[in-house]
């Protein structure tokens, strides 16, 4: 694991955003295209904008990558509160992306269903094989949880790599969320994380003895691949 602390926001999401571009670009490279599973949130929000600008709009091969989503809220693609629909306007409407490399969790069926069907597009966007994402996403709540696996849910205890649907007590609805054991087959797994409400968060997962049940993220333990975390300097630990 590679902890990376930037001095500010700016600094922490232009150093993601290089990262970004340069797996992007060695995926392709080595695999002819880049699978990347996207987080939603205000956080990867502004890192999704920051690639749209000319800084590094024109650094990478867009046709050669195919988005996901590492979980979703079921609710219409149009609600404030769905990840695809913020993605969309942040992301893929001003790179002009093609919805055929756009794969997201369809909220308009059932939360089972929702979560079956994406396991189906998944296997077969991966042909059947173990699906193995060159780049992975996170963000970090304050109560530690990442995707959407929350504190005291049975989720945590899934050892499938799947997806499942979650119900969520504390906002009375469900959520679609991709399961650790599948987050953890992926080539590499990046935690974006900054603010001083963060920083509690982050030094329970990364300091603290190992308490999954309280502090979800600490499942996240790539299999075969790399886990790096970009922190500032309010959110990191000391």
């Known amino acids: 694991m590679k902890i990376n602390i930037n001095k500010t926001e700016d600094d922490l999401l232009s150093a993601f955003a290089e990262y970004f571009i340069e797996t992007a670009k060695s995926s392709i490279a080595e695999r002819g295209a880049f699978n990347v599973v996207l987080a939603g949130g205000n956080s990867p929000n502004k890192l999704y904008e920051l690639l749209t600008s000319p800084s590094y709009n024109k650094k990478i091969d867009w046709t050669k990558l195919f988005y996901f989503f590492g979980d979703e809220r079921c609710v219409p693609e149009n609600d404030i509160q769905n990840n695809a629909g913020m993605v969309q306007q942040t992301l893929f ?24 069907k994406y396991r189906e597009v998944i296997k077969n966007h991966f042909k059947g094989s173990t699906p193995h994402f060159d780049l992975i996403i996170l963000g970090l709540g304050e109560n530690a949880h990442t995707a959407s696996l929350f504190p005291y849910h ?74 790096q975390w970009f922190l500032d300097e309010a959110s990191a630990p000391h």
Do not use: C, W
């Not at 409407?93 to 079956?116: C, M, R």
């Not at 609805?173 to 409400?197: D, Q, S």
């Open 93 to 116: 409407t001003p790179l002009q992306i093609s919805p055929d490399k756009i794969f997201k969790i369809d909220t308009s069926l059932s939360p089972n269903e929702a979560a079956a």
């Open 154 to 227: 049975s989720v945590l205890k899934e050892t499938t790599a799947t997806v499942k649907e979650v119900f969520l007590h504390e906002e009375n609805r469900y959520r679609v969320t991709m399961t650790a054991p599948l987050i953890n087959e992926a080539h590499h797994i990046a935690f974006l994380v900054y603010g001083k409400n963060k920083a509690e968060a982050v030094r329970h997962v990364l300091k603290d003895k190992t308490d999954i049940q309280n502090y979800p993220a600490q499942l996240i333990q790539p299999v075969h691949g790399d886990l």
